[in-house]
């Protein structure tokens, strides 16, 4: 299993104070605490470290002069945003890492 997904779970088992040890919050997490917000902003960078695959889009364009009668597009899996740095590791907008592999493994 891969080292990022090990500390998420981790994280994610982790209760860090009296409100969140009992449920107080309708949540099951205290979102005032200074720990609990760590924890989450943890998670979410643990998170980006985890690769998913760009999103492909084919687009047609009515003007086939300009790129041909069609061509690619990439988006971020996260942010949606267009990737324009074709093979790039991470997201220039959200830091996502970037699988632009083939498989679907």
């Avoid at 104070?17 to 760590?38: F, L, P, Q, V």
Wanted: a negative charge.
């Amino acid at each position: 299993m891969n080292e990022a997904l090990k500390a998420i779970q981790t994280l994610k088992q982790l209760t860090l104070c009296g409100n969140c040890a009992t449920g107080a919050d309708k949540e099951g997490g205290c979102t005032a605490c200074d720990r609990m917000i760590a924890k989450y902003q943890a998670i979410k960078a643990l998170e980006k470290q985890i690769s998913k695959k760009v999103i492909t889009e084919l687009m047609t364009d009515y003007n086939e002069c300009v790129r041909g009668p069609s061509y690619e597009i990439y988006k971020c899996p996260d942010c949606m945003k267009h990737i324009y740095d074709i093979g790039a590791e991470f997201c220039g907008s959200c830091g996502k890492s970037l699988d632009w592999g083939d498989s679907d493994e």
